[in-house]
C-alpha cells in the first residue's frame, strides 16, 4: 500500500480551507467522544528556555475512533516589542504511524478556541439568555463574535476594548450586525449583560465582579503569559465553577492556581466540564449564581480541528 505523502498547510492555505471546516459540531463531537472514553487527553505541558528566553507549550491528543493523534506546539518568545507567539500542529496516524498532516495553527488556534468558547456558550448560558458582551478587539474576539451571533436571539451585542475607542477601523470590522454597540467603559459593557465573553490577551483581570449579575455566564480564555487570568481568582468562591476538561484546566488556568494557593479553593468545586455537559453526566448551573467556564485550549481540540481541516485537504487533493 502506498501512504500519500503528508500534506503540509501554511497559513494562507489553512485560511483558504477554514471556512469548510464545520468547527463548533467538530468540537461538539470532539468533547462528546471525550466522554464516552474514546478519546485521550493529556496534560499539557510547558517547557521553558534558558535564561528566561520563553517557553513553549506541547498540546496532545488522540481521537480514536478518527484514527489519528497529534501535537500542537506553541511557543512565546519576549522581544523588545510584543512577543512572539506561533503554533504548529503534526497530525499522525494510528493505523501506519506516519504523519498526515504537518499545518499552522495560528488561525486553526483562534477558531478552535472560540468554538469551545461557542459550545460552552450552547451548553451553559440560559435559554433566554438575550445581552451579549464580549471583551477584546483582536481576531480571537472577532471568531467569539462570529461563533456567537447565532447561538441566542440576542437584543443587544457590547463590544469593548481598550484600544477600540482611538480605532474607527477596527470598530468598522466589528460592527458586522446592527445589535453591536461598543460601550466605553468595561463596567457599561459588562452590566447587565446576560453572557460575557472575555477574548483578551491580558494576563490580569479585564473585568470587576460586581459588574456581574447573578445568573450571568462568564467565559475565559487562556494566554500564553504566566498564571494568566482574565478574572480575579476570588472571584472562583462565588461562581459555579465549569471548565473545558477537569482532569486537565486546574493545573494551567492562572486563576484556578492562584485562588486555589492564596485563598484554599478546592478544584473539586468545579461542577463539570464539556465532556460532562455534552454527555449529561454533570448538573446544569442553579439560579441565583453565577456561572463561570474557563477554557485553558486543549490538545484534543487542536487534533480534533487539524482533522477536520485535514479531510477537507485530503478531499480536495483527490478530487485535482
Known amino acids: 500500500m502506498t501512504i500519500p505523502p503528508p500534506l503540509i498547510l501554511d497559513a494562507a492555505a489553512v485560511g483558504r480551507l477554514l471556512p469548510q471546516v464545520d468547527a463548533l459540531g467538530t468540537m461538539r463531537s470532539l468533547f462528546s467522544e471525550l ?29 480514536a475512533r478518527q484514527g489519528v493523534f497529534g501535537a500542537k506546539l506553541s511557543p512565546y518568545i519576549p522581544t523588545e516589542g510584543r512577543p512572539i507567539v506561533t503554533a504548529w500542529t503534526l497530525l499522525m496516524s494510528t493505523e501506519t504511524g506516519q ?10 488556534t483562534t477558531e478552535r478556541t472560540a468554538a469551545t468558547t461557542a459550545l460552552a456558550v450552547d451548553l451553559l448560558a440560559r435559554p433566554q439568555a438575550r445581552r451579549l458582551a464580549i471583551f477584546g478587539s ?13 447561538l441566542r436571539d440576542w437584543t443587544d451585542i457590547r463590544i469593548f476594548s481598550p484600544r477600540l475607542a482611538a480605532n474607527a477601523d477596527r470598530r468598522r470590522a ?3 450586525d446592527p445589535r ?40 475565559s480564555i487562556s494566554t500564553n503569559a504566566m498564571e ?17 476538561n477537569r482532569a486537565t484546566t486546574p493545573a494551567s488556568a492562572g486563576e484556578m492556581v492562584i485562588a486555589r494557593r492564596e485563598r484554599g479553593w478546592d478544584a473539586e468545586a468545579i461542577r463539570g466540564d464539556l465532556a460532562g455537559l455534552c454527555c449529561g453526566d454533570c448538573p446544569l448551573p442553579e439560579e441565583g449564581r453565577p456561572v463561570f467556564f474557563r477554557s485553558i485550549g486543549l490538545g484534543l481540540e487542536d487534533v480534533a480541528i487539524a482533522h477536520a481541516l485535514w479531510t477537507v485537504a485530503r478531499e480536495e487533493r483527490e478530487k485535482a
Open 174 to 176: 466589528l460592527q458586522v
Open 138 to 150: 483582536g481576531p480571537v474576539a472577532a471568531a467569539h463574535l462570529h461563533h456567537l451571533v447565532g
Open 228 to 244: 494568566a487570568h482574565e478574572v480575579p481568582p476570588a472571584f472562583l468562591h462565588d461562581a459555579q465553577v465549569y471548565c473545558d
Open 35 to 63: 466522554g464516552r472514553g474514546r478519546a485521550v487527553q493529556p496534560a499539557q505541558t510547558l517547557t521553558l528556555f534558558p535564561d528566561g528566553g520563553g517557553d513553549f507549550i506541547l498540546y496532545s491528543g488522540v481521537l
Open 99 to 108: 504523519p498526515l498532516l504537518l499545518c499552522d495553527s495560528a488561525t486553526l
Open 180 to 219: 453591536i454597540a461598543f460601550p466605553e467603559t468595561a463596567a457599561e459593557c459588562a452590566t447587565g449583560a446576560d453572557v460575557i465573553a472575555l477574548a483578551t490577551s491580558s494576563g490580569k483581570p479585564v473585568i470587576d465582579p460586581a459588574c456581574i449579575g447573578q445568573d450571568t455566564l462568564v467565559t
